[in-house]
């Protein structure tokens, strides 16, 4: 079992939040460390039993895939993407011309939790905006209406603790659907294999694929590149209104600034990926019902387009909510699509995928706490790599981990 300062200080904690929620924020509170993270600090007495609660759920300590018992007869299971119904894999996009616009990609996540709502399954959608007070910063939030859920449309690039109020959505006892990153998704699904209560109201699953959460020091070295304050923000979208869309800052005094997804990420050096997100088994969402994605051959814009999103169900309550939202308009299908695509979409998830066994294996060695990972095929795969890759990438890691860098300083607030 695993202090939280050591999920944390060994490099393991993304920050969602859920600790905060189980144990009360007079117990733990959410801080923004000085390296840009949302991170846990213990505040209040945590007693053995409560700490076993949250080693439980941590998405930080265990990671797992799909429920085998979630995933229809007729799934395949691919040793890269894992389960997913072959009939439902396709390019889509949302039917209505703006939500299309304003989402992330070609809108799809949005246009499911818009149609979720607007068809009375669920009385809520947990995911994240742009936090009103900072908007360079992102906050948790509870959608009741689809004008909601398209206000929280898009892509946010910093942290995020979308699980922080887990709870409190939980006392509200209506049903509701979650919309966030794969580990976000895998630390709802721990949470409801032990409370039923979380069983009986989550209803959905949806997820994107992840390339990795930066630290908010990514986009203050944008704001300083530009010479704007945080303070002076009225806006900071990172994506959306196009596909991908610009990143948009506007400012108090009326000045406003364009970034292209290029200038953005073009230099991987400047990205400032959390730790965790270095040994992510599971970046592209096991344990969701369906998963929204990009969808650029090669895996990368070569400028904008109208927006699309591959997407694809995993489970049976992935399949009808996709289908039944394509019959009744909400989402448009352009052409289907198979596991090989999603490789060429998505080539940086299959080269993670394939050296993450080696990776963990290598801070083994350097005397790291690893998670426990169930149901993710990750030694099989490496053990399907050329000769010299998994070596490679075990003293890769070891290495980083003996030089501190796959681990974080105690939190302090920043
Ligand atoms: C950190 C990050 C890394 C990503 N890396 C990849 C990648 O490698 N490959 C890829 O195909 N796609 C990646 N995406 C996803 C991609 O940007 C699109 O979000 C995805 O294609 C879904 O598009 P959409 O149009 O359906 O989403 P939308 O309809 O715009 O809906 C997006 C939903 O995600 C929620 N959300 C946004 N940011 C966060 C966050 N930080 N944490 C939790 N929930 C959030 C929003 O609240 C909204 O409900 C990443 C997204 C994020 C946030
Ligand atoms: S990953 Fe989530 S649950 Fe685990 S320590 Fe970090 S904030 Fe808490
Ligand atoms: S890479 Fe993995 S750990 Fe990092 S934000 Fe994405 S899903 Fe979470």
Redesign the pocket.
């Known amino acids: 079992m695993l202090k939280i300062d050591d999920i944390v200080t060994g490099g393991l904690c993304i920050g969602c939040g859920l600790c905060r929620a189980m144990a009360g924020a007079d117990r733990i509170s959410m801080v923004t460390t000085p390296e840009g993270r949302e991170r846990p600090v213990v505040t209040g007495m945590l007693c053995d039993e409560d700490l076993a609660a949250i080693n439980a759920v941590c998405p930080g300590t265990g990671i797992e895939g799909a429920d085998p018992s979630s995933i229809p007869a007729d799934a395949e299971t691919d040793p890269i993407w894992g389960p997913a119904l072959p009939a439902t894999m396709a390019i889509a996009h949302?039917a209505d011309p703006e939500?299309r616009f304003?989402?992330?990609?070609?809108?799809?996540?949005?246009?499911l939790?818009q149609y979720l709502l607007r068809t009375g399954e669920v009385e809520a959608?947990l995911?994240?905006?742009a936090s009103p007070d900072a908007p360079m910063r992102?906050v948790a939030?509870v959608s009741e209406t689809p004008e909601d859920?398209l206000a929280?449309?898009?892509?946010?690039?910093?942290p995020?603790a979308?699980l922080a109020d887990f709870d409190r959505v939980l006392s509200q006892g209506r049903p509701f659907a979650v919309?966030?990153?794969p580990c976000?998704i895998g630390a709802v699904r721990r949470a409801m294999a032990r409370d039923k209560r979380a069983r009986g109201l989550v209803r959905y699953c949806l997820t994107?694929?992840?390339?990795?959460?930066?630290d908010l020091g990514k986009s203050s070295d944008v704001l300083d590149g530009l010479g704007v304050a945080e303070r002076d923000l009225t806006m900071f979208r990172y994506?959306?209104h196009g596909n991908?869309g610009p990143t948009r800052i506007e400012t108090k005094d009326g000045r406003n600034f364009e970034l292209t997804y290029e200038d953005m990420w073009g230099d991987e050096v400047g990205w400032r990926i959390q730790p965790r997100c270095k040994i992510c088994p599971d970046?592209i969402g096991e344990s969701a019902d369906l998963v929204?994605?990009?969808?650029w051959p090669g895996g990368g814009p070569v400028g904008e387009d109208e927006?699309f999103?591959?997407v694809f169900a995993r489970t049976g309550t992935g399949r009808q909510l996709l289908e039944r939202a394509v019959a009744d308009g909400a989402l448009t299908i352009v052409r289907p699509i198979d596991f090989r695509d999603l490789d060429n979409?998505?080539p940086?998830?299959v080269r993670k995928k394939r050296a993450l066994w080696a990776r963990l294996e290598g801070m083994k060695a350097a005397g790291m706490a690893i998670p426990r990972i169930e149901r993710l095929r990750i030694e099989e795969i490496a053990a399907t790599n050329d000769a010299g890759v998994n070596e490679r990438e075990r003293e890769g890691a070891m290495e980083r981990a003996r030089n501190g860098r796959l681990g974080e300083p105690k939190p302090v607030p920043g």
Do not use: W
């Open positions: 949302a939500v304003r989402g992330a990609a070609g809108g799809v996540l949005t246009a939790g959608i995911h994240v905006k992102s939030t859920v929280s449309a898009a892509s946010r690039y910093g995020a979308v919309i966030a990153k976000d994107l694929v992840c390339g990795g959460a930066s994506r959306g991908p970046a929204s994605a990009d969808c927006g999103n591959a979409f998505q940086h998830q």
